[in-house]
């Protein structure tokens, strides 16, 4: 009896033990998550700068682009271009990366399939999309930058080519 009250007791502590490194897990996962989602939000501001200057602006609070202090949730239609809308898509693509990365190694495991960025958008956008893809070479914590650009505008591609953003290219 007494050797099965000494188990049962250590039994105990290790539940307690248990459970208390359950909570920290849980605490250190949940700061994780809110610390993605605040690099997530400051990459998406950077990028919405870098496209269209103080035209639109990021809404933490709704979790979506808004113009003249106005979240753009229904009405998005409206107000977006079909080019700006591939900028949008564009610029959440590269945000999300830090969504998805577990944990620093994952950055160097990235491979970007970016799938005719341009399409749709004014030229003057099209310089700048080129100018983020030479930028990811240079991000902090990605330190080994691959990606396969698909496109059907040629004028891109020697956009791409002559200012050695990509070092190879390829025409079907």
Known sequence: INASQKMFAEIKVLEENSQMLKKEIEEKESQAKIDRRKMLVNELKRYLTLFFGDKYDFDEENFCISFQNKALITNTEDVLSDGEKS???FCFYLANIHGIVNNAEDYNRILFVIDDP?????????YTVAQVIRELKRHDQIKRT????????????SILVRNKIVSKKYIL
Request: aromatic share 16%.
């Open 87 to 89: 900028i949008l898509a």
């Open 118 to 126: 341009v399409s749709s958008m004014d030229f003057n956008y099209v």
């Open 146 to 157: 691959r990606y396969i650009i698909l496109t059907h505008n040629m004028e891109f591609m």
